[in-house]
């Protein structure tokens, strides 16, 4: 696709105790099940850390925030100002069910928007979404007004919202488990359950 994929792996993971992006599931690390199947779709990778020693065997192009500290709009400025794409699918590191369908929907829904995001349940989910280059320099504007929110950016976006109705028809693997995402050990250990499984074949 003509769009890069940008990883955010930034976060305190405190309530797991340990590094949600490194816990591994099936054999694998979170992030390498996030970046591989992201690979078959897209052509760049971007990773956003500030601790890029930990992620060096991913082989990918890995950068650092530009407003170190403050929080994921600062890693989707990064991304944003890294990409050579003018699309770009955005994703959280704590999510080991990434599906390449959706981000490829959301991708090929995103020409006339700045953004698109996902609706499920009637919560938005801006860490698996699509935001234009463009809107880098608007969330710039919004961390330098101390506005650091998602809600804050996509206020001054024009924004797609898709909600279930619409993603379901993109998706294989049911909605509530490509949306999950792990923050504490209890949510972990029901991923591992998950993926154990013979319903996501991941």
């Known amino acids: 696709m003509k769009a890069a994929a940008i990883i955010l792996a ?17 054999e694998k690390t979170n992030i390498e099940r996030i970046a591989d199947r992201l690979k078959l779709l897209f052509d760049d990778i971007i990773l956003v850390t500030n601790d890029s020693e930990q992620y060096e065997f991913l082989g990918v192009r890995m950068i650092t925030d530009q407003y170190p500290g403050m929080g994921p709009l600062a890693g989707v400025h990064a991304g944003l100002m890294a990409s ?14 990434v599906s390449g369908e959706l981000a490829e ?25 699509v935001f234009k280059k463009q809107a ?28 279930e109705k619409e993603l379901e028809t993109y998706s294989h693997i049911e909605l509530t488990k490509v ?24």
Not at 106 to 112: E, G, M, R, S
């Open 179 to 202: 949306f999950f995402n792990m923050n504490d050990p209890e949510e972990y250990i029901e991923a591992k359950k998950w993926a154990e499984s013979d319903f996501t074949n991941m």
């Open 84 to 97: 050579d794409y003018d699309v770009n699918f955005i994703v959280a590191c704590d999510m080991p069910f």
């Open 10 to 26: 930034g976060g305190k993971s405190s309530r797991m105790g340990t590094n949600k992006a490194l816990l591994k599931i099936n």
């Open 136 to 163: 880098a320099a608007v969330v710039e504007e919004r961390i330098k007004a101390g506005q650091l929110r998602m809600k804050h950016l996509l206020d001054h976006l024009n924004v797609l919202y898709l909600t």
């Open 105 to 129: 929907a959301l991708v090929n829904n995103a020409l006339h928007y700045d953004a698109v995001i996902p609706v499920v349940n009637g919560k938005q989910h801006p860490l698996f979404a």
